[in-house]
Structures are given as structure tokens and as C-alpha cells.
């Protein structure tokens, strides 16, 4: 086939799955072209070594990556994210229906900053069908305003014509399938698709003296929160619980974000000696340190839109076969008990948490290693690349076999 990729992000900025998708479907013979953005992300600002221009292509066999300019603000206000993402749509508009006139079937990687693109390509090419692949359905939370504002509305409603528009609908849960389907897709087009990770780096290692020390001070056992210290992990709770057991365990945050102030001042407060921080490191790095800890903490606050998410770090966790100790709802936490890839409880629920924590303190280390193994047997089973890869090639052909029928 002749595949058409709509992405707002691609490499040499963190968007693996577009990415892998891109490289995996050329691999199998499909011509495959992309249309994308200026690298800016995370910072809002171009990479060095690059600059914005109309006419830059790159091509390498059956692979072919056009990039367009938008607005890079680079201040993360919602003024600013609204203006990339129309910038990005405008962008689109004016080059797309060349770029894209003779694919079969088109792939959209929808979070919310490409909805606007995908919207205006659905009205400017209405024969071409359309795969959306989504992450998340969060208008509100992304715009950051409140519900019935301005902007979450346009958004909602945008996404609500290409859920209606699309020959088919990839999402990672089925609790964000429901979601999708109140939103206006038709079920018979909807699919559950797992996320993947980069199979190339996250895979169980053994772990070197310099992770060691990272993360290990002593005999106690660590459990380690690795990635973004965000809004939509209630990482204070994590805080709390860890404080409680004093040297049972300890609590290791890996990375950065916006609620890293907070919850280093309420550990401050607490007095939480067991509650350590370590600077972001490179995903190179990670699964070393996964391995050096004892568990991986994965967290999400109880909120609605958040019982169908399923955090990106999850598939990487579980290739690696580290043991989860999940505090969460829905689909993430029904997920790893299936696997009995470790343990469980609801979230934003200190004292639960605590619990959690003291029972993975005294779990043997056989059993541990046991945890790891049925979670990296789960992700083989139901997360892989190649899995992922196979579901969302079945959906592009029978989506482009809508357009010759």
C-alpha cells in the first residue's frame, strides 16, 4: 500500500510509536510518507541545527519524511499550544492534498495537538480513508480549561468529526474505547490496540555498579517512580505512604516535572528520609535502573478521563520484567493484575499505598522474579511491537479497501 503518516511529533523527538510504525510498515514493503513538524519538544523551541522551511524532505527507501512549519511559542501557555496546534493545521491544509493526493489509506497519531490537522485533511481529502490512532481523549485537561471553555470545546468537537469521519480507530483500553465511542466513532470501527515500546533499549539487563549506586543505598528494598513528576500522577500520595514505613523502603522519584517542587517540599516536611530524588536520565539508562530497583511504582490520580488511560512507561516497565506496585483505576490496574505482574491498590489512597509498600518490602526476591517474568510474558503477548504492528497494518487494509469498493 501507499501510507500516508500524520504525526505531530517525529524522531529526533521522543515519538516512538509513529516512529516504529513508520520504519516497520517500510520494512514490509508499504510506500510510506509522513508529514510532521519541526522538531521542538519538549521545550516549545526548534532544535539546534535545524530551521523551519517549507521544502524539506528526507528520504531513505520507501520512506519518506516531510516537515512543515509551525508556531513554537516555547512558553507552554495555552495561548501557545492552541497557536501550534492551528499553525500545524494551517500548515497541513496548504501542503497536504499534494503530499498526501495518491495514498491509499492515511494514519493519524491523534493526542490533541494534531486534532485540528486531522480535521482539516478529513474536509480537504473526504475519499481518503483514515486510521486514528488515540492515546487519550483529555480536552479539558491538555487546554487547561474548564469544562464548557472556549477552547476544550473546539477541540472536543473537532475530534468528534474525526471519530465520526475515520474508517477505523485504534485506542490502548477498553475503557478508552467506551470513551471514543461516546464521542461519536462507530463501535464496528473501533479497535483495541496496545501501546509498544522501543524493544531495542527496554529489555530485561542486569544492572552496573553506577545504577547500583544511583539507586541502592542499602539492604531496604526500593520502589522507584521513574519519568514525569506531573499533575495526573498524585505522586504526593506515593510520598505520604513512603513516609509511614520509615526504613522498611525507599522511595526513589527518577526524573522531573511540573509537581517535582511539591512533592520534594511535602517529602521535606514529612521529614521522609526513605524518600530520595535523582536528576532525569537518558531512557539508555533506564533499564539498568529499573533493574536496580526492586519495583517500578506507576500512579495515576482518580480522575474519569485517567480510568482508561494506560501510562506510557507501563510497556516499557513490563518489558523490562520489572514488578509493578500500581496505584491506580481502571484499565492500568486491571492490567496488571491480570498479569499478576505485581501489586495493586486504589489511588489516592495513602494509607493502601503504605500497605502495598510494606507487603512488596517482604515478598521474596523468587517471587519478585516471578512478578517480572508474567509481566514481560503479558507484553509479548498483548504489548509487542511486532503485535502492535500487525493490528494496525489489518486496520490500514481494510480501511483502504474502503476507497476502492
Given at each position: ?18 516512529a516504529?510504525?513508520a520504519?516497520?510498515?517500510?520494512a ?27 521544502r524539506?524532505e ?9 516537515r ?10 495555552v ?42 485533511l ?7 480513508p ?9 480536552a ?24 465520526r ?14 470513551a ?10 473501533v ?15 542486569e ?7 544511583l ?29 509511614t ?13 511540573g509537581?517535582?517542587?511539591r ?16 536528576p532525569?536520565?537518558?531512557p539508555?539508562?533506564?533499564?539498568e ?20 488511560a ?7 516497565v ?11 483505576a ?47 510474558e ?5 504489548m509487542?511491537?511486532?503485535?502492535g ?15 476502492t469498493?
Amino acid at each position: 500500500m501507499r501510507i500516508g503518516i500524520l504525526t505531530y511529533h517525529f524522531p529526533p523527538e521522543p515519538a516512538f510509536v509513529p516512529a516504529s510504525l513508520a520504519e516497520q510498515l517500510a520494512a514490509r514493503g508499504h510506500e510510506v510518507r509522513v508529514l510532521t513538524g519541526f522538531p521542538d519538544y519538549p521545550g516549545g523551541h526548534v532544535y539546534p541545527g535545524w530551521r523551519q522551511r517549507w521544502r524539506h524532505e528526507s528520504r531513505s527507501e520507501r520512506l519518506t519524511v516531510r516537515r512543515l512549519p509551525r508556531y513554537c511559542g516555547g512558553d507552554g501557555s495555552v495561548r501557545s499550544r492552541v497557536a501550534s496546534w492551528l499553525s500545524f493545521a494551517g500548515s497541513v491544509a496548504v501542503t497536504g492534498r499534494r503530499f498526501l493526493a495518491d495514498v491509499d489509506v492515511l494514519y493519524v497519531h491523534q493526542p490533541p495537538a494534531t486534532v485540528f490537522a486531522s480535521a482539516a485533511l478529513a474536509r480537504l481529502l473526504p475519499r481518503l480513508p483514515m486510521v486514528l490512532h488515540v492515546p487519550d481523549v483529555w480536552a479539558e485537561d491538555v487546554v487547561g480549561g474548564a469544562p464548557g471553555g472556549r477552547w476544550p470545546a473546539r477541540l472536543t468537537a473537532a475530534m468528534t468529526r474525526t471519530y465520526r469521519a475515520a474508517a477505523g480507530v485504534a485506542v490502548a483500553t477498553s475503557s478508552l474505547r467506551d470513551a471514543v465511542v461516546a464521542a461519536g466513532a462507530d463501535p464496528a470501527r473501533v479497535r483495541v490496540v496496545r501501546t509498544w515500546t522501543d524493544e531495542r533499549i527496554f529489555r530485561p539487563t542486569e544492572p552496573g555498579p553506577q545504577a547500583r549506586r544511583l539507586v541502592r543505598r542499602d539492604g531496604r528494598r526500593v520502589v522507584m517512580h521513574a519519568g514525569t513528576i506531573g499533575v495526573r500522577h498524585g505522586l504526593e500520595t506515593a510520598v505520604r505512604a513512603a513516609a509511614t514505613l520509615g526504613d522498611t523502603m525507599d522511595l526513589v522519584f527518577v526524573g522531573s516535572g511540573g509537581q517535582e517542587r511539591r512533592v520534594r517540599r511535602l517529602a521535606a516536611e514529612l521529614r521522609a528520609d526513605n524518600v530520595r530524588f535523582v536528576p532525569r536520565r537518558s531512557p539508555l539508562e533506564m533499564p539498568e535502573l529499573y533493574a536496580a530497583a526492586d519495583y517500578q511504582l506507576v500512579m495515576l490520580r482518580d480522575l474519569p478521563e485517567l480510568r482508561g488511560a494506560l501510562p506510557g512507561k507501563l510497556p516499557a516497565v513490563l518489558s523490562c520484567a520489572a514488578p509493578v506496585v500500581a496505584s491506580a483505576a481502571g484499565d492500568t490496574a486491571a492490567l496488571v493484575e491480570r498479569a499478576r505482574a505485581g501489586l495493586s491498590c486504589p489511588p489516592e489512597d495513602w494509607a493502601q499505598l503504605a500497605d502495598r509498600f510494606w507487603l512488596a518490602a517482604t515478598i521474596p526476591p523468587a517471587a519478585r522474579t516471578e512478578m517480572g517474568r508474567r509481566g514481560r510474558e503479558a507484553y509479548l503477548r498483548e504489548m509487542s511491537l511486532s503485535a502492535g504492528v500487525d493490528r494496525v497494518e489489518e486496520m490500514l487494509r481494510g480501511a483502504a479497501v474502503t476507497r476502492t469498493s
